[in-house]
């Protein structure tokens, strides 16, 4: 029997074949119709629907890239299954450069929504009617907030054996984060519907970091090739080590005023070690942030200039510190040319 074409938003897309679908959203005050643009690219032979998706925080634009790369890739081109790329999500807040809606809401706070409330929520519902439901796994692309890095990472619930593990360890990132579910984020809802999900954070707000970008368009096929959607190319390069986070939390700034940072992203900290300095302009009062446990930073402010709290390091515990330092070392000399400061 004949595969049955895939169909999203009334488009139906013919096995073996490909097409950019733009899904109607919400108009704008002027009445200018706006899109969600989507590509599928549906297999001649069955198989799993992979959905990977960017910005659904409007300014994270390192996912758009990664997005971009990996449907202009020619693996890509004899897959098995379906594979579902959507560039940006939250198209009103990427013409905006923001994270928001207009709104102002968070877009991964409205899941599932409603078609009957407010714009978030509407736009929640109709990226969930229309692709979230028919994926069958999920890779969602974010970037640190604006003025925050993160170190390639992928955040997901890791039950042991479980699908969502295998695709984490596929995946390749220096670090995995047993991260806990947010009430109405996407992983969160595609949790409880069983749909195995990874969030991949990398890099900066705002800005193209190739560092982030091209480890999240070589990490991806791997899972599809875990999936049985990819075969043949027996390269078979050892997988970059992963380890996995037991924990994570973040040093603040004792007091306010302009941050000297004493450590990069990446590197390997020890409890009670100098993280950076903070001073008044005049250097009358400084006060120093400090390492609350032995870690690997994955996670820091951008921009030197820090309130008291103001959350500026991001540790990330592990019970196998040597190993987690050399996940990042064998990571980061896997970066052609190497990275310029991963700061
Ligand atoms: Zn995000």
């Known amino acids: 029997m004949a595969r049955a074409p895939f169909e999203l938003a009334g488009v139906r897309v013919a096995p073996g074949s490909r097409s950019q679908i733009d899904v109607p959203v919400a108009r704008l005050y002027t009445h200018a119709p706006l899109h ?36 202009r890739s020619r693996q890509i ?43 978030g929520s509407r736009v929640a519902a109709l990226f969930r009617e229309q692709i979230v439901d028919q994926a069958t796994h999920i890779i969602d692309l974010h970037t640190g907030a604006i003025h ?29 984060l047993n991260a806990d579910l947010r009430e109405g984020s996407l992983r969160h809802y595609a949790e409880t519907r069983d749909i195995p999900v990874l969030t991949y954070e990398a890099g900066e707000a705002l800005r193209f970091d190739e560092w982030a970008i091209a480890p999240g368009v070589r990490g991806v096929p791997p899972v599809m090739r875990r999936l049985g959607m990819l075969s043949g190319e ?42 950076g300095r ?13 390492s609350m446990a032995d870690g690997i930073v994955i996670g820091m402010g951008r921009l030197p200039l820090a309130n008291e709290g103001e959350a500026l390091f991001h540790i990330a515990r592990f019970d196998a510190i040597e190993e987690a330092e050399n996940a ?16």
Not at 260 to 271: D, I, T
Not at 328 to 343: K, M
């Open 36 to 71: 969600i643009p989507v590509e599928v690219v549906h297999g001649r032979q069955a198989g799993p629907v992979m959905l990977v998706c960017g910005g659904i925080h409007g300014d994270e634009i390192n996912g758009v890239e990664i997005v971009r790369r990996l449907l």
């Open 77 to 119: 081109q004899r897959l098995r299954g379906t594979l579902i790329g959507v560039p940006i999500v939250n198209v009103f807040g990427f013409v905006q450069h923001s994270r928001y809606l207009p709104d102002r809401r968070d877009l991964n706070r409205c899941f599932p929504g409603s078609e009957s409330g407010s714009l």
């Open 148 to 176: 925050r890095t993160n170190l390639p990472q992928i955040r997901a619930q890791l039950i042991p054996g479980s699908e969502t593990e295998r695709m984490a360890n596929a995946f390749g990132a220096p670090v995995i």
């Open 234 to 275: 027996k390269r078979r390069r050892t997988p970059p080590a992963a380890e996995v986070a037991n924990g994570s939390s973040w040093a603040r700034a004792p007091i306010d005023g302009i941050l000297r940072p004493q450590v990069r992203l990446g590197a390997r900290v020890a409890k009670g070690e100098l993280l």
């Open 278 to 290: 903070v001073a008044d302009p005049f250097g009358n009062a400084e006060g120093e942030v400090r």
């Open 328 to 343: 990042v070392e064998t990571f980061q000399s896997s970066l052609e040319p190497p990275p310029d400061p991963l700061y």
